[in-house]
Nanobody
Framework: QVQLVESGGGLVQTGASLTLSCAAS??????????MGWYRQVPGKQRELVAG???????NYADSVKGRFTVSRDNAKRTVYLQMTSLRPEDTGVYYC?????????WGQGTQVTVSS
């Protein structure tokens, strides 16, 4: 199994910055063969991709966060980060860490991000 533990959420004002972290552990975690990323979910809507990064460092972002969010990973620490800047109220939601590996998805417990206007 792969276990994911997120941290860094909170309540901030519009325009503020936050950094989320997600540490992975587990005997089958394959640092060189997975994609790590972040999804966001708000009540009544499906979970959506915010940003992802492959083992080789290739990244992809939702259009709504391009230029404001940066995803990165530290393979030595088995950790993925999401640096969020210029936060907007529409960024509010529960952010879930995700690892895609060998056709399986692993999820963290989620961390709440609330951006007040």
């Amino acid at each position: 199994q792969v276990q994911l533990v997120e941290s860094g959420g909170g309540l901030v004002q519009t325009g503020a910055s936050l950094t989320l972290s997600c540490a992975a552990s587990g005997s089958i975690f394959m640092i060189n063969a997975n994609v790590m990323g972040w999804y966001r979910q708000v009540p009544g809507k499906q979970r959506e991709l915010v940003a992802g990064i492959s083992s080789s460092g290739r990244t992809n972002y939702a259009d709504s966060v391009k230029g404001r969010f940066t995803v990165s990973r530290d393979n030595a620490k088995r950790t993925v980060y999401l640096q969020m800047t210029s936060l907007r109220p529409e960024d509010t939601g529960v952010y879930y860490c995700n690892v895609k590996q060998l056709n399986r998805d692993y999820w963290g417990q989620g961390t709440q991000v609330t951006v007040s206007s």
